[in-house]
């Protein structure tokens, strides 16, 4: 059974729109991060997503471009605003599953969002 | 800022082979995972590797960590073809954030 899903898993967009992606985890988790893959390249991350306060982004990632939310201890958002071709990627989510019910502690992936700017 | 080499980047080899993927990483990390992503796929988690001296193994793969080189290594023992696939390390840093390699584009011939 998946421990972290996303939605959408793909979506094809506009130039110029926004696109909110959603990730749910199983259990309560401390610690959920996003990453971006582009098209042939290894994973960059993105920010840190934290409950109850602003999400801490790396160097090169700004929260006009990508807002995130983290309203409880198992969901995430992330806005991909005003996007342009350059945009088209794989987002990730990823928790921290250190303590949850698995057999060792390591970071988990959801399954991705696929997305295209046109 | 943590800076992450992985080589090869590519590699192709023949089913029953062995071959060693080699990971450097240029600043401190006590932790160092490793993942499998197929075509089209997600990351799926191979490895995680928690101190020096860590040797870890499942199935064909084994990985290991020396955190004073700053160095792991996944070593495949008679490849088969189901391995084919890009590995990625990834050391990990504060707050629990990874910085990943370039990724292994590994193909295994019959």
């Known amino acids: 059974s998946a421990v972290i899903s996303q939605k959408p898993s793909r979506d094809i967009c506009q130039r110029g729109t926004s696109l909110t992606i959603q990730c749910q985890v199983d259990s309560q988790v401390t610690m959920m991060f996003w990453y971006r893959q582009q098209p042939g390249q290894s994973l960059t991350l993105i920010a840190t997503a934290n409950q109850g306060s602003e999400a801490t982004y790396e160097s090169g990632f700004v929260i006009d471009k990508f807002p995130i939310s983290r309203p409880n201890l198992t969901f995430s958002t992330l806005t991909v605003s005003n996007m342009s071709p350059e945009d088209s990627s794989i987002y990730l989510c990823s928790a921290d599953l250190a303590g949850a019910p698995l057999p060792t502690d390591t970071q988990y992936f959801g399954p991705g969002t696929r997305l295209t700017v046109l | 800022e943590l800076k992450v080499e992985q080589n090869p980047l590519f590699l192709s080899m023949q089913e029953g082979k062995n071959y060693t993927i080699y990971c450097n990483y240029s600043t401190t990390s006590d932790r160092l995972y490793w993942y499998r992503q197929d075509p089209g796929k997600s990351l799926e988690s191979l490895f995680v590797l928690l101190s020096n001296g860590a040797v870890k193994q499942e199935g064909r793969l084994m990985a290991s960590l020396d955190t004073k080189a700053r160095l792991s290594t996944l070593h495949i023992t008679a490849a088969v073809h189901d391995l084919s696939a890009t590995y990625f390390c990834?050391?990990?840093?504060?707050?629990?954030?990874?910085?990943f390699g370039e990724g292994t584009q590994l193909t295994v011939n019959p």
């Open positions: 990834a050391p990990e840093t504060s707050g629990s954030r990874l910085t």
